[in-house]
């Protein structure tokens, strides 16, 4: 009894907190229910890169991210579909010709040399540059638009700054130059990035550093107009500059960071161009009907649902539609938590979610209903519906979230919304009948009042009542 007593301290306990991340925390809407634009990037194979493989479309990606951060949007979506596409979902972007622009075009990289007297200047500016970052990355579920325009304006004057403290090589030293990036591990957990450029690049690197070495400047290493590296060059290389067109980025990298900025140097590497191939654009007022009948479909059903479980099993009914309202409670403030941008097919994952749930109370009840119906008393018939519903449903559920996984996998889009939804809803609803369904049914049967076979089981024959009653 006082394990009961200790579930229902925590059932009670996690309603609370559910309620008080819904109240809080919105849940981000994808662009079938906001609204915006919906673009699918071609990247097309070059002479120097005849066939487009995962490492140069992930640089693609990385710069196409880039520029999204350029256009200010918040919670965009970009992912790689097939093997030469990219997906960019923009919610909010009622103008598509503007994303066109910006995305448009081959990525800019370029080797710069620091202006003399500036060393003060750039670590202001860089500083300067950091704290608006890390408050971009703070507005990104933030609906305040007139923030996020007057972060992304301080973000592009603070580029513009830093670029005017840098000047370009004579010729320069630019992308397709560069032969290969990527990040290398050295003792310890610090990681180096390593560059290579083919001969007329290695030349003109050799240049760059060696006007820079011992003097405390940065190379200015910049993608698409924006520093993304400042190394410096030490006084050992003076007199020749660093020479064999290879050399190492060192600074206490992370592996995620090492690899972050080799895929960035790459993307700007690509001599490879990119085409718009599909523009959609979704108005705020369809999402908005989709939202207002998805809403309507799930209290509907779920209003249904909960009627029938009341008129069939009676009391267990009643008590499986209390769980099944804080199984709704505990998903919904799971996505909110977690960040899930809610799609339409999302709510359909979430709603079909509630049919597992409730299934996997129809086979407690329906076993417990068994085992009243063979004479054992109350306690017993629950306790062992429970016990032996506990496989069927383990292996209903396991084999719903594999094939939730392949979909997330292998699906793109709006499919990973779907199953990424539904994944969580059954994990959740794991929780709500074997533990939340459980707690009440036991809470109910120490009532005295509500120990009667037939609120459990209604057609029992009156042979049976006084055995399970004993």
Known sequence: MQRQRSLLILILVLIIAAITVIATIPIPLGLDLRGGSQLTIQVKPSAEVPTITERELEGVKKVVEGRINGLGVSEPVIQTVGADKILVQLPGVNDPEQAERVLGGTAQLEFRTQKANTETQLLAFQASRAELKFKQEELRKSTDK????????????????????????NPPLIGKYLKDAYGEPTQGNNWNVAIRFDQKGGELFANLTKNLAGTGRSIGVFLDNELISAPTVGIEFAATGITGGSAVITGRFTAQQANDLGVQLRGGALPVPVEIAEIRTVGATLGKDSITSSIYAGIGGLTLVLVFMVLYYRLPGLIADVALLIYALLTWSTFALLGVTLTLPGIAGFILSIGMAVDANVLIFERTREELQAGKSLYRSI?????????????GNVTTVIACAALFWLGAGLVKGFALTLALGVAVSMFSAITCSRTLMFLAYTIPALRKPEYFCPNLPASNKAEVTQ
């Open 146 to 169: 007139a923030a996020i325009v007057k972060n992304q304006e301080d973000l592009q004057k603070n580029n513009q700054a830093i670029a005017e403290l840098f000047e370009s090589t």
């Open 383 to 395: 306790e062992s519906g429970f016990y032996r519903a506990f496989s069927s449903i383990l292996d």
